[in-house]
């Protein structure tokens, strides 16, 4: 196939509808007692994104599994003995999980779950990204397909992104990237290495606007300003703090801050607000010039994930994740490298300076 290189910026992919599920405080707590007698049934353990609702958020805690960024759902959902992998958030971690424990049943709330990011760069393209310059190593964002990450040689998540391209800039290689543009441009920026990117973003973050954002941190010039690198330049250009959705959170827990300004899926504020609960959190504006609020700060795909999807796949079956074997295998080695290299970084084996 043919395709254009420089890539051109991609047409954001818009999602469906926001449908997000509304509950009674009685449906609620019959449903999660419904969920956690099927999950021990079924030796089961949920890892939640912190995009997905607070019901699911809490309802991780209360079984034992985790409320994280994705690189910590990918690790805890490998390190944890349980059979089967409920994963709450989009197909991209599903299939994670996956790749990572072949002989897991992994599961979703609702498998049509997707991702902006993984939807604009299909595997052919990508594949043709590639043959088009064999003498770049491949670098991929976590939000792509099985198929991506397969081809690629390194899989990153946005809380070590830049410590990798510093890592693999440093030993002398050239990179192309895939698919976030502004992350790419971001670890670009930051890391000085020569990177070709895939144009595609985020619904959610793509939205934010940079003068809006500006006016508000006027109107509140002691707010901390905390961006997710998903977010345009112009926006990441005002931010305190530049980082994973863990990282985000961390930084309302330690900085002395009354106030937050935060430009990332709201869905995030369910953590932020028990981690420092007597602080002002206060949305990024997605309103202002070229507005069209698709996303309104809120992920709709993540929105689908909910507790009544939970306890119907648990009672039902369906909903699993299947990766035929040879992509599987392939994309398990570039997923690894990362989980190695977060590994040996958390140790100290891996000296990055500055
Ligand atoms: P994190 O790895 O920072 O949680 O990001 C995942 C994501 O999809 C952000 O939009
Ligand atoms: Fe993908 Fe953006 Fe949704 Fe994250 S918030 S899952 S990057 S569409």
Redesign the pocket.
């Known amino acids: 196939m043919s395709l254009a290189f420089p890539v051109p910026v991609k047409p954001v992919i818009q999602p469906p509808p926001m449908v997000e599920e509304v509950l009674t405080a009685d449906e609620r707590e019959a449903l999660k007692a419904r969920i956690k007698t099927l999950m021990k049934q079924q030796d089961a353990v949920l890892v939640a ?3 997905t609702s607070g019901d699911l958020q809490d309802l991780a805690e209360e079984t034992g599994g985790c409320v ?4 910590e ?1 990918a690790r805890f959902g490998h390190a944890h003995p349980a059979k089967t992998l409920i994963v709450a ?2 197909k ?2 599903g299939e994670t999980a996956k790749i990572l424990n072949p002989e897991k049943r992994v599961i979703m709330p609702d498998i049509q779950a997707e ?1 902006s ?1 993984d939807l604009a760069c299909p595997a052919d393209e990508f594949a043709a990204f590639c043959d088009a310059h064999p003498d770049r190593l491949s670098v991929v964002y ?2 792509t397909s099985a198929a991506v990450k397969a081809r690629a040689d390194w899989v990153v ?3 070590i992104a830049a410590k990798i391209v510093k890592y693999l800039h440093r030993q002398g290689h050239k990179l192309l990237w895939a698919p976030d543009r502004h992350l790419g441009e971001y670890v670009r920026r930051i890391s000085g290495a020569d990177m070709l990117l895939w144009q595609g973003s ?1 619904v ?2 793509e939205a934010f606007k940079a003068e809006a954002l500006q006016k508000l941190h006027a109107e509140h010039p002691s707010a901390a300003v905390l961006v ?1 690198p ?1 977010s345009p330049e112009a926006v990441i250009a005002q931010a305190d703090v530049v ?6 959170i961390e930084a309302v827990r330690t900085l002395p801050n009354p106030e937050f300004i935060v430009a ?2 709201n869905g995030i504020f369910h953590k932020m607000r028990a981690a420092a609960p007597g602080k002002l959190l206060l949305e990024a504006p997605t309103a202002g010039e070229g507005a069209t609020c698709t996303s309104c700060a809120h ?1 709709p795909w ?1 929105a689908m994930n909910g507790l009544r999807k939970l306890a119907a796949v648990l009672e039902n079956g369906g909903n699993e994740i299947h990766i035929e074997e040879s992509i599987r295998a392939k994309a398990a080695v570039s997923i690894q490298r990362m989980l190695d290299f977060a590994a040996a970084e958390k140790a100290g084996k891996i000296q990055l300076g500055d």
């Not at 994280?68 to 690189?71: A, G, Q, V």
């Not at 980082?243 to 985000?248: A, R």
């Open positions: 994104h912190y995009y994280s960024d994705s690189l759902m958030g989009v991209f971690m991702c990011l976590a939000n998540t946005s809380g985020c959610v973050h997710h998903e980082g994973s959705t863990t990282q985000l990332t899926d992920c993540m």
